[in-house]
Structures are given as structure tokens and as C-alpha cells.
């Protein structure tokens, strides 16, 4: 028995490599580091499904496509009754994702990628008593993202930061929610099917859950002076610091540079808050500074969703959904395994060791 399937392979995989040791993401044989540089999320979407889909739509045609589906599932807020719009985002966000057919055609696809982007912006406006915003199937898909948040189109440096963030979380190797929607799609139920379950394994903190988490910490340290006293006053109560640490990289995660390189162009453009930043920056080497000594055994480096945090919310997207738009990003990935396993896998049935007590045995008693 391994504990947590640490290092167990459960999975063969063309669609992305996360090698831990030297730090590298490497998505259908192009690294991280060189795709955020050209890709959008729109052709990171042909990257991932080619070969899974009969009839894939060329490169070209996906952003329309994708403006479509877009427009198609924003017919879902009929459904969002008041006590859908009270749940916390994601879960009002899971439940309008249920809504859509479970199939495992490459519309379905697009309705599941699309409906995180659209759901989410809608719900933040229903819960602050304002009208969802249609979506605009001409913009590129962070772009109209942004817009269907705010009502307003976004400057190209927000829309190319909001992007960058999509194509860097778009897959992660066989991470617990892209295992749950493996799973899934092992029992060869449908796209919807594995999303959902997808979906609900990240919402947990210890997965994608952690970004709100970690401003949550920034706004109670303040200031820069007070960051060491106050993480290594969590670590004394047992906590974990948000946004540090990694199952699989023993060195920095390549993601948290993609996104702290988008967050520079931001700040840049004068978008960012410039003491948000220092202070983030403080908050990260008092936390590497501490954790270093703490387990000077096991290396824990910042992971994504340290700058995750600070880029979504320079680009005014509040902490409570963000685990939706990480959902909006990794959804793609998440349909690439779940035809991958579905076209070339058996079903993932692992057994278990059983180590409760053993039934009465009333024939033994009798004889003693
Ligand atoms: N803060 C403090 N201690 C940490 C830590 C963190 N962020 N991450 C790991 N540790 C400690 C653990 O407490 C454990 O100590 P122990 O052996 O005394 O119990 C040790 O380091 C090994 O951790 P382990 O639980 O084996 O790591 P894991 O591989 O199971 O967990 C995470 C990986 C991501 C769940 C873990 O690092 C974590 O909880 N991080 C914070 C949440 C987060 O940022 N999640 C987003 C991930 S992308």
C-alpha cells in the first residue's frame, strides 16, 4: 500500500510530463517555458484534443468555436435560482455545469470548456445582485472571460496575462482532480461525467483550492516586517503556508515563473498594485527562508498557486472563484484524459487492504 499513490504510475499519457527533479512541465512535447511564449488558450485547446476527437476542427476554427459554445451555455442562467446563486461560486458553478449533456462528442467538449468561463463571471454578478453579461463570440476566450466580469473590455495586457494564466494550468500530469476525471471516463460515463468529478476534487484546498488562501494570508501579515513572525506563528499551530510545497516538484515549480513573468508585464503597464507586489515577494522568501529550515529533508519551493493568487486578482477577479477560472483552464486538460483514457484505457479499478475487524465466528466460540 502507498500512501496517497505517491510515485505510483496509474497512467500512460502522450498529453503532458511533470518532471519534478529538474522542474520542467513539458505539454504534448512542447516545454511550458517556450509555449506560454506563442500559445493562446484557444490553440492550446487543438494541442491537447488532437488525435482524441473524430472530427477535431482545425486551429483556425477553435476560437469561433469556442465563442459559440460560449454563447450556448449562457442559456443555463434560466437555472440559477436564488438558492443556486447563495452556494459558495463553485459549487453554484458545478451545479450549472451539470445542467449540460454527457456525451463525448467534441461539441460536448467545447460546452465543458466554455462553461466555466461563462458561469463563473455570471454567478460573481448574480451574487452581487447584477444582470449575467452575454458572452461576445468575436473576443478571444480570456478576453470575453473579463469582460463578461467587469462590462468592460479588458486592455490587451490584461487579456494576454489572463490567457498566459489558462494555457499554464491547461495540464499537470496526473494530478488528483485529472485522476478523478480519468476515473470517471474509465467507466466510459461521458465528458460531463469526469468534468464534475474533476471539478470537485479541486475545489479542495489542498489542490486548487489554495489561491484564495494565500491573500487571505497577505492581508493578515500587512506588511513586510510582519511576515516571518506570522508564518512561523501558523507553522507553530501545525498550519500549512498556502502556496508552498508540491507532491511531485522538489524544486520551483515551473508555472509560478510563467505567472510571475505575467504579473511583471502587468506591473509594468502600471496594472498592479507595486506594494502588493513587495509584499507578496517578502511573504514568498520569509516562507522558502522558514519551510527550508523546518524540513531541510524534504525541499518545499513556491507552487502555482502562490502567483496564481497575486495575477488573478491584479486582473480584479475576486478570491472566492478562484478556483473556477483555475477550472477554466485545466477543463481542457482535463477532456484530453478523459478520451485518453476512455479510447486506450481499461477501467481504473485499484483494490484495497482491509484492516477492520474480522466477523464473529460463532462455531470457533462453541467449541472454546
Ligand atoms: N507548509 C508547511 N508544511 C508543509 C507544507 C506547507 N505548504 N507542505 C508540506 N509540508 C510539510 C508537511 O506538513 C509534511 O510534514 P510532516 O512530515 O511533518 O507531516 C512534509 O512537509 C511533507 O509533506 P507532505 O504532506 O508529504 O506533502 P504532500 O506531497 O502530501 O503534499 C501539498 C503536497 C501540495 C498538499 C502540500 O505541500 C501542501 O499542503 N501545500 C499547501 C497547499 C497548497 O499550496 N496547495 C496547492 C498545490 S499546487
Redesign the pocket.
Same mark, same amino acid.
Given at each position: 500500500m502507498v500512501s $496517497?499513490l *505517491?510515485d505510483v504510475v496509474a497512467a500512460e499519457t502522450i498529453l503532458s510530463d511533470v518532471d519534478g527533479q529538474s522542474g520542467r512541465l513539458i505539454i504534448r512535447g512542447q516545454s511550458l517555458d517556450e509555449l506560454v511564449k506563442h500559445a493562446t488558450y484557444e490553440s492550446v485547446l487543438t494541442l491537447l484534443w488532437e488525435g482524441f476527437f473524430k472530427e477535431l476542427p482545425p486551429a483556425s476554427d477553435m476560437p469561433m468555436l469556442l465563442g459559440t459554445a460560449r454563447q450556448k451555455v449562457f442559456k443555463h442562467f434560466e437555472a440559477a435560482d436564488a438558492e443556486l446563486v447563495q452556494q459558495p461560486t463553485v459549487d453554484a458553478v458545478r451545479a450549472l455545469i451539470a445542467r449540460l449533456p454527457d456525451a463525448d462528442d467534441i461539441g460536448s467538449a467545447l460546452l465543458l470548456v466554455a462553461a466555466p468561463a461563462v458561469f463563473t463571471p455570471g454567478i460573481l454578478r448574480l451574487q452581487r445582485k447584477l444582470e449575467p453579461i452575454a458572452p461576445n463570440g468575436k473576443l478571444g476566450h480570456a478576453a470575453d472571460m473579463l469582460r463578461m466580469l467587469s462590462g468592460e473590455t479588458p486592455t490587451q495586457e490584461q487579456a494576454s496575462a489572463l490567457d498566459r494564466y489558462l494555457v499554464t494550468v491547461s495540464d499537470h500530469g496526473l494530478n488528483a482532480s485529472t485522476f478523478a476525471a480519468r476515473v470517471v471516463a474509465s467507466t466510459r460515463a461521458g465528458l460531463t461525467s469526469a468534468t464534475l468529478a474533476a471539478l470537485s476534487a479541486l475545489k479542495g484546498?489542498? &489542490? $486548487?483550492g489554495?489561491p484564495g488562501p494565500?491573500l487571505d494570508a497577505l492581508d493578515s501579515i500587512a506588511s513586510p516586517e510582519h511576515a516571518s513572525t506570522w508564518l512561523q506563528d501558523a =507553522?507553530d499551530r501545525g498550519? +500549512? =503556508?498556502?502556496? !508552498? $510545497? &508540491? +507532491?511531485v516538484y522538489r524544486v520551483r515549480?515551473p508555472r509560478a515563473d510563467a505567472l510571475k513573468e505575467a504579473l511583471k508585464r502587468l506591473t509594468q503597464s502600471g496594472q498592479v498594485d507595486a506594494k502588493r507586489l513587495q509584499l507578496a515577494e517578502s511573504v514568498e522568501a520569509a516562507a522558502l527562508d522558514l =519551510?527550508a529550515r523546518?524540513?531541510p529533508n +524534504?525541499p =518545499?519551493q513556491t507552487?502555482? *498557486? !502562490?502567483y496564481t493568487a497575486l495575477l488573478l486578482e491584479a486582473l480584479g477577479i475576486p478570491r472566492e472563484a478562484f478556483t473556477c477560472v483555475f477550472a477554466a483552464g485545466r477543463s481542457g486538460g482535463w477532456i484530453a484524459h478523459a478520451r485518453e483514457q476512455a479510447v486506450n484505457g481499461r477501467l481504473i479499478r485499484p483494490q484495497s487492504r482491509y484492516i477492520g475487524p474480522t466477523p464473529h465466528q460463532p462455531q470457533q466460540d462453541a467449541a472454546a
Open positions: $496517497g *505517491e484546498p489542498l &489542490h $486548487g489554495a494565500v =507553522l498550519e +500549512r =503556508l498556502m502556496g !508552498f $510545497g &508540491h +507532491r515549480d =519551510l523546518k524540513k +524534504r =518545499l507552487n502555482v *498557486e !502562490f
